[in-house]
């Protein structure tokens, strides 16, 4: 019984682990990129932004670069139960939730984008993060690099 | 327009007049690529210019890079605050690279002192908008700290000449004064929508919003340039290689690539805005 007792203690722990990892999104680390091309302005200057999402171990950053853009964003990664990974807005990396503009854009725990491993690849689902949208709401948009 | 002291080579270089000769000087240099950060420190480059000023404007044999209050180099280079530049600095080999003379950054302290006189000043693309969109740009120039040309320059380039609140790229949605795109606009507050329907002075605000940021870093026109285009960029050297060969960002951009070499420059990238500047300080664009 004692053994049993042990042996279902050791099962839930190990099983905790794994929950635990998973919604740090331990199996999605590296860094994935995304070059958005949005066409040109009307100087002609073409208008391109880099995004980069870099997944450590309890560690979620998204570096956004580019036209009229240089932010560095502190997220959150969490899986659900279809392993879809989940970007949810966490704070600026100086750690206000503004950084230098005048307010609020997006709540804590607000989802930026998601990306999920599907057939056809790694596809991206926008949440909130680009408005400038002539993109489909989900596509194949961030790759791993 | 008054200096409250001699400004240059040993001079009493109060911050406020070295800016406004900063301004006056780079409109008296003919070739962009030379112009002065308007920082307002007096350093090698500023003194070079002085001396050039002196030298090929004036003819002065012996140039000293001193500019006294009231005396015969600043008769001369206010001038180029109110009216479009007649004759120009054409070599710049007399422009040390290194030497600062002297610097006092203490003075960086003082208030912008344009404005005080903004009644006075004509501005690059002055004759092209509203006395009170030029009003708000100078208004807007002192709390940013960066000098009016250069940003009307910008407004200039990113508009078409136009300085139209309403012009968009149908593409990207790039709206306005300097083209937010839908992003930008929302990070700010309001929308493209919003922006297109303001006036060209209303829409002055987000503009002013926008640069808040970089309050203080904008020195030079490529830095203002950069701080639409690619604000990671704000604060580089002209030599700073921007894109390289294998990028999306060098392909959609190669023909900025003058040389050829794979790599553009800061240089490359803002060779077409300083062209705005120039043409902004021509007469029936400065007013």
């Known amino acids: ?145 | 327009m008054q200096l409250k002291g001699s400004v240059g080579k040993k001079g009493m270089n109060h911050g406020s007049d070295v800016e406004m000769v900063q301004i006056a000087l780079n409109r008296a240099i003919r070739s962009p690529l030379r112009l002065l950060s308007v920082d307002k420190l007096v350093g090698g480059k500023t003194v070079g210019a002085i001396e050039a000023f002196q030298k090929h404007v004036l003819k002065f044999s012996r140039p000293d890079g001193l500019i006294e209050a009231g005396g015969k180099t600043w008769v001369a280079l206010a001038k180029y605050l109110v009216e479009a530049p007649k004759a120009r600095i054409v070599t710049h080999a007399v422009f040390p690279e290194f030497m600062v003379y002297k610097d006092k950054p203490e003075d960086n302290k003082e208030q912008f002192s344009v404005v005080a006189k903004q009644h006075q000043l004509n501005i690059a693309w002055g004759a092209k908008v509203s006395p009170a969109f030029k009003r708000k740009v100078i208004l807007i120039s002192k709390e940013l700290q960066i000098a009016p040309d250069f940003l009307m320059a910008c407004m200039a380039f990113e508009t078409g000449g136009t300085f139209s609140p309403s012009i968009v790229n149908k593409t990207s949605g790039a709206t306005g004064l300097i083209q937010f795109m839908p992003t930008t606009a929302v990070l700010y507050g309001t929308t493209t929508e919003k922006l297109k329907k303001m006036t060209a002075v209303e829409q002055l605000d987000y503009v002013k919003a926008y640069f808040r940021r970089f309050k203080g870093k904008l020195k030079s026109l490529e830095d203002i340039y950069m701080a639409i285009l690619y604000p990671i960029h704000v604060g580089k050297p002209l030599t700073y290689i921007a894109f390289k060969k294998g990028s999306i960002e060098y392909e959609q951009n190669k023909g900025l690539d003058q040389d050829r070499d794979g790599q553009i420059t800061l240089k490359e990238i803002s060779e077409i805005v300083r062209k705005k500047y120039e043409k902004g300080l021509h007469a029936g664009y400065l007013g």
């Open chain 1, 1 to 145: 019984m004692k053994i049993k007792n042990l042996l279902n203690l050791f099962f839930g722990f190990f099983l905790m682990l794994n929950v635990s990892a998973c919604n740090s999104g331990q199996n999605w680390q590296g860094k994935y990129s995304f070059t958005a091309e949005f066409g040109e302005n009307v100087a002609e200057t073409p208008v391109i932004v880099d995004y980069e999402l870099t997944i450590n171990d309890g560690t979620c950053a998204l570096s956004i670069i580019g036209y009229q853009i240089a932010d560095d964003i502190l997220c959150e990664a969490k899986t659900d139960q279809q392993n879809k990974l989940n970007i949810l807005f966490k704070s600026y990396a100086d750690g206000s939730l503004t950084s230098f503009y005048p307010a609020q854009i997006y709540q804590v725990g607000e989802l930026l984008f998601s990306m999920s491993r599907e057939d056809t690849g790694l596809i991206t689902e926008w949440g909130s993060l680009i408005v400038d949208n002539p993109f489909a709401k989900r596509g194949r948009y961030f790759k791993k690099q």
